[in-house]
Every structure is written in structure tokens, then in C-alpha cells.
């Protein structure tokens, strides 16, 4: 399992899994209080990757390594904030754009209304006069604003479709930031935002906590392209065996929950009981023709009262640890 992976971990049921983390951790710690940097969660965190990083790539764990690949850690997540950033920038710059030119053809407008009624003046007094080479004039400069006019509305009509696309690409980067590359179905950020909806907006709720089960065992034997392409086939099962109302989230690893706004803990129970049974016989057939199979651990809890969402969660977790202590491969409420 990659570094990534393991911070992103809710829980730890393997024994070495669980040794491994335990060593890093204090390693981190060790480091962090030798150098005197503030044991902060964002600084522990951080060094926790680092020192996981340097026992992955098979580091010396050395001062001057661990400062080195800290270096290069920042400079990965600053580059991917740069990314972010630029696309923020784009966005921005276009709108400023649009803004801009769309407040220009607005204020030629008004000047145009305004000459418009300066020409009606003068054409009536034109007729009334019976001045034929000055309505002739007058005709000739009318054409010249109904000309300008109409490359204003073109101008009208390109902003219009420019908002359109800075619209599209404002709604393209909102689904990117929430959705999970890999698995294609939310990510936890995602959760984290709906939290407070599920708890205000619905009188009840169901949650299913999904854990792959054996997944470590996948990625050892197969390596971590095969563990991808499990997480991808659960991902793929959330999107099409769940209703349009239920939500599925990719937590952590391996990892998922599924919330039922207003779902009770029998359809809780039989959402859980289809997807088992779906993930049970789906098939991943590798390029050297092996086929291989993958199970999945689930447990659902209901929302009892005013219970908040990590209440809820915390008895759907429960529930699952139980689900794999008897055996895996199977659905437990609680």
C-alpha cells in the first residue's frame, strides 16, 4: 500500500499494516521534536509522508534525505495548488474579459441612442424644410449607425457565447474538485461538504461503510496497476447499481461510503446485500489472461434522532469491523 493510500486509511485491521504506521509515526514524531518544529496535526501529517516516503523508496533515513525529500514533497503539492491556481486565474481573466468589453459596447449603445434621437430631430426638420441633400446625409449616416449597431450585437453575441464556455469551465473545475480521479464517484472532500446537508435537510438517513476486502493481498500479489483496477470496478458498480438519490463516496484507500438521504436500515440493508452480490461475481481478467476476483465488507447504520453524521458513520464503521471479524464477504447492521 502506497504512502498515499495509508494516510488516507480510516482504519487499520492488518497487523503489519497497523506496525508499519505505529513505526513511521513515531519516526515522524522523533524527527519533529529533535528539530524542534511545533508537533502541529499539518506538520505531523506532513512529516508522517515524508518518513513514509523515504521507507518506501528504500531512503536512508538520514537528516539530510528526510529535509530533501521534505523539500521534494512541497515542491509536488505546491506544483498541483499552481494548477489549481492557474485554472482559478483563467477563469478569472476571461470574465474580467467579457465584463470589460460588454461595459464598453453598453456605453456605445447609449451614445448610439442618443445620436439616433438627434437624427429623428434632424429628419423631421429635414422633411419639414423639404432639404433633399440634407435627408440624403441624414440616410447615409442612419446606415452607418444601423452598420455600427449590428457589429455591436455580434460583439453582443460573441460575449455571450464566451460566458457559455467560462460557465462550462467554471462547472468542469467545481466537478473535478470533488469528484475522485480514479473511481469516478465523489471524494471525501465531497462528503465533508454534504455532511451538514444530510444532518439539517433530512428527519433520517442511512450510511454503508464499504471496505474491499483482502485488497492488500491484491496489490502484493498483482501489484498496485491490478489494486487500481478493483477500485475502479467498485467505483464503477456505485455509479450504476445506486438509485439517482443515493450518494456514493470514496473515503479513503479502499475504502467507500454510501449515504441514503431519507433511506431507512432495511433499504439500507438490501442496497448493500445487491452491491455485495454484484462486487462477488464481477471478473477482472488481467493481460496474462489471469482472471481474478474481489469481495467487499459492508455495514449500515441508521440515524437514530438528532444523531450527527460522524455518530452515524462511527456505528456504520462498527459495523463493518464486525462484518470482517466474522468472516468478510457479508453485510452487518447496527
Known sequence: MSCKELMERHRIDNVDEFKKVQEIAKLAIN??????IPLTPANFDEWFYVVCKAIEDKHVLSEKNLRILYKKYHEDFISELDIEKKEIEEISISLKDVTTESNQILDTFDANIDHHSELINESI???DQRDVQKIEDLKKRI???EE????????????RKKLELVEAKFHETKKEADIDALTQVYNRKRLEKD??????NCSTYSVIFIDIDNF??????FGHSVGDRVLQE??????????RNTYAYRYGGEEFVVVIPEGSIEVARIIANRLRDVMENRTIKLDDHTIINFTASFGA????????FEEVLKRADEALYEAKRSGKNRVVLK
Not at 234 to 243: N, P, T
Open 301 to 308: 447504520a441508521q440515524r437514530r434522532g438528532n444523531e450527527s
Open 216 to 221: 492488500k493481498k491484491i496489490n502484493d500479489n
Open 148 to 159: 455600427e449597431n449590428r457589429k455591436l450585437r455580434a460583439y453582443l453575441e460573441r460575449n
Open 234 to 243: 467498485v467505483g464503477e458498480i456505485l455509479r450504476h447499481y445506486l438509485r
Open 143 to 145: 446606415q452607418a449607425l
Open 31 to 36: 524527527f519533529i521534536t529533535k528539530n524542534r
Open 195 to 200: 455532511v451538514e446537508e444530510f444532518d439539517l
Open 125 to 127: 426638420d429635414a422633411i
